[in-house]
């Protein structure tokens, strides 16, 4: 078959699904390009989890995608698997669109499956039709090189074996295979953007401009290849001053910063910004600090605290190393009350080996650390005295002396 072959050479070009031994998740829908998907892949030898998700939101016609869907899974001997949702309430709950809403819990529901599956990816059937809908809109809300070169063949665990298909090609395949769909009815309103460039939009331009779909094709495939190099030569440090030295500098911020998330609006007033700024994106976060900008990932500014160690060692033991704090033992005397938190302002610490105390924001800025750093930054108080700047500056109290009988050792892991 012309789609199985062309769907074979595309997942080896790309290197889809290289491993034989692990099942594809494939999600199965039930409409022509789902069940050709499946099709495809069976055929090509690939052993498959039919995932069918169930929305709650068009009544009979849902249920019978779901039966179509579990008939041609069994079919095609694939294992299936289906899942419902109470879509709207997720709607309500998160203030997103009903397509927003089934996006979200279909996949996060076939990442589910992969890891109880140990799948080796998430196979979904966009084709060459649906990438040119998505140049388009995102060419007329205004995009740069990465919304233009459309979806990716793979992303995230997801691939898109089908990706450089037509749809015409698509449905003559399941008319050679004698393979049947449903059809979704929602398809037909015009009441969302997608759709009125699929049924109004697109006919007209390819009517009016034959080959203008092979075209866009090839031109899609171009600007994947230029969105590449161009990622290649992009420089992997943020050096705020120097983007502001460019020839673009607003291009250039937009285009390091919006894979993590960062809007044109954000990636703009960052080049404006004064030390201390602070932007936060859905992952990651980005802070002005002496006219650096300093990302990082939202997991990386969370409150677990480091997990302290703690022994007893006799003053002829005694080898100190760096960034390990090193107290008199008679810091445990009394029973103290001793506290990890981050740091707060007007913290003071007395540092061993200077006279009197500094701030601890003059600690830190001696040190050099970023926004985030300081941020991140852990103390350890005793008795509501901070004794030290967890790795970074010890403080003058309980130093171990001549004296001292009893060394405490405290690392931070």
Request: proline residues 5%; hydrophobic residues 40%.
């Amino acid at each position: 078959m012309d789609l199985e072959r062309k769907v074979a050479g595309f997942i080896a070009a790309e290197g889809l699904l290289p491993d034989r031994d692990r099942p594809v998740v494939v999600g199965l829908s039930g409409g022509a390009d789902s069940v050709a998907l499946l099709s495809v892949l069976r055929a090509l030898g690939f052993a498959c989890v039919a995932v069918h998700c169930h929305f709650g939101l068009r009544g009979d016609e849902a249920d019978r995608d779901m039966a179509h869907a579990e008939s041609v899974a069994r079919s095609l001997g694939a294992r299936f698997r289906s899942v419902r949702f109470d879509t709207r309430s997720y709607m309500r709950e998160h203030g997103v669109s009903a397509e927003m809403a089934c996006r979200d819990l279909r996949y996060g529901h076939f990442r589910e499956v992969v890891a109880e599956s140990g799948a080796q990816a998430v196979a979904v059937a966009h084709h060459r039709d649906d990438n040119i809908e998505t140049l388009m809109l995102n060419l007329l809300r205004g995009s740069g090189i990465h919304g233009l070169r459309g979806m990716l063949p793979a992303h995230d665990g997801v691939v898109r074996p089908m990706l450089e298909c037509t749809r015409d090609e698509i449905l003559e395949y399941l008319r050679s295979k004698g393979l049947d769909y449903v059809t979704d009815s929602t398809n037909a309103e015009n009441d969302f953007s997608r759709n009125r460039l699929r049924n109004v939009v697109l006919p007209v331009l390819y009517r009016e401009f034959p080959g203008a779909g092979d075209a866009i094709g090839r031109t899609l495939s171009h600007l994947r290849g230029n969105e590449t190099l161009y990622n290649s030569l992009l420089p992997t440090a943020i050096d705020l001053p120097a983007i502001k030295r460019s020839a673009a500098p607003a291009t250039l911020i937009h285009e390091l910063l919006s894979p993590m998330g960062f809007n044109s609006s954000q990636t703009e007033a960052m080049l404006s910004a004064s030390s201390g700024a602070t932007f936060v994106s859905a992952t990651h976060r980005a802070d002005i600090s002496r006219g650096e900008l300093e990302v990082s990932l939202l997991s990386e500014n969370d409150d677990r605290p480091p997990r302290l160690t703690c022994r007893h060692i006799a003053p002829g033991n005694f080898s100190p190393r760096e960034g390990v704090l090193y107290l008199d033992a008679a810091a445990l005397d009394g029973c103290p009350r001793w506290e990890l938190r981050h740091a707060a302002p007007g913290d003071r610490i007395r540092p061993f080996g200077m006279k009197g105390s500094r701030l601890m924001s003059d600690v830190f800025a001696s040190a050099r650390l970023s926004a985030p750093q300081k941020r991140r930054q852990w103390v350890l108080v005793r008795d509501g005295v901070i004794l030290w700047a967890v790795g970074l500056r010890a403080s003058a109290h309980f130093p171990v002396t001549s004296a001292t009988t009893e060394i405490l050792e405290i690392e931070a892991l």
